[in-house]
């Protein structure tokens, strides 16, 4: 199973950026997708997650500035970012929680990271 991202990059504070990840290989059924991000210094926290019916979650912090959604079709992950702050800046990480097989648990899945960087 690989997880491969894109749409990081260098933003103005308060601009938008869309990150995706589309997850290939051998997939029977995907679980919960999530975006995680690490800055330096720090530990990997949650950003947002999405189950496969669609529930959402985020981390207090960007609530209400960032969007999660997926495309179950394409086993795919996006995430909107609005109004980016400077301590929104990290190395975003996507993660799938996949069954490889009918009758097999899932065990997590990583990309390999993009990073996100805003200017003040």
């Known amino acids: 199973v690989y997880l491969v991202e894109s749409g990081g990059g260098l933003v103005q504070a308060g601009g938008s950026l869309r990150l995706s990840c589309a997850a290939s290989?051998?997939?029977?059924?995907?679980?919960?997708m999530a975006w995680y991000r690490q800055a330096p210094g720090n530990g990997r926290e949650l950003v947002a997650v999405?189950?496969?019916?669609?529930?959402?979650n985020y981390a207090d912090s960007v609530k209400g500035r960032f969007t999660i959604s997926r495309d179950n079709a394409k086993n795919a992950v996006s995430l909107q970012m609005n109004s980016l702050k400077p301590e929104d800046a990290a190395v975003y990480y996507c993660?799938?929680?996949?069954?490889?097989?009918?009758?097999?648990?899932?065990?997590?899945?990583w990309g390999q990271g993009t990073q996100v960087t805003v200017s003040s």
């Open positions: 999405i189950s496969s019916i669609g529930s959402t």
């Open positions: 993660n799938a929680r996949v069954s490889m097989y009918r009758g097999v648990g899932y065990r997590d899945y």
């Open positions: 290989g051998r997939i029977f059924s995907i679980n919960d």
